[in-house]
């Protein structure tokens, strides 16, 4: 279902489904979601705003973006009530910059959510990408796990920071970030934080950022690949699994320019 005119920039959805979101506007926009629904939010148009997602008890809020040559920003907070999911899902394959800050709060208990990305930053481009996931209640759980590769003279950042508060006992934070340094002179950096104010929880967060593996190519390239194939075809392996989380067109939209960059 595609909406694109929305009173008042606040939407409220009460059945399950997939939503395409066109923002016609340059305000500030408000979605909540009831009770025990499945939803899918694709976000269009969406730039320099700041959107504020509701996800009722028993819900599943699954949010997709991709962005493709233009800048971008965004400023995305979610809100998930007990045992509801609030999940985002974005490619930026985009040739200019792109700014996004993404906020779970996990206010109920037994919430859960799963922030993942995949990126390419080219020439001299910065990407950067701030997220920021909230345990406030217990048995919570939240996982994030970022693939990028930055090529040429570029630079890609990620900071997360998971904070389980107090009293939110038996919950679980996991982070992992791997990056790839195609060219000599680009650059990245990941902040992995765990912020744990309170005991019997799980957390956990790890991070690679380096140059190809030189045994990795040597061995495809004992396969009969080409330097430039072995090379390409490691790339894939990082940025390509993210198309698995989007519909069956976005999907071969990714795989094409994923492909077309390498």
Known sequence: MEISNIKNNILTIKESGQYDLNFCSENDFEITILD???VDINLRNYSDKKIKINVGSFSVCNVKLIIENAEKTLDLHGFSQKSSKFNVYFADFSNGNSELKIESN???EESKSDI???SISNDLNLKK???LINHLNSKTKSNFEWYGVATKTSEIVSNC???IYEKCIKSEAHQISK???FDEKSKAHADPVLKIDCDDVIASHGVAIGALNNDHIFYLKS???SDEEARKLIVLGYLLPIKDYFNEKDAERIAARINGDF
């Open 129 to 131: 990408y701030q997220i």
């Open 223 to 225: 396969r009969g690949l």
């Open 116 to 118: 993942r990305y995949s």
């Open 161 to 163: 920071i998971s904070h």
């Open 106 to 108: 996990l206010l109920g």
């Open 179 to 181: 990056i790839i340094l």
């Open 36 to 38: 025990n629904l499945n």
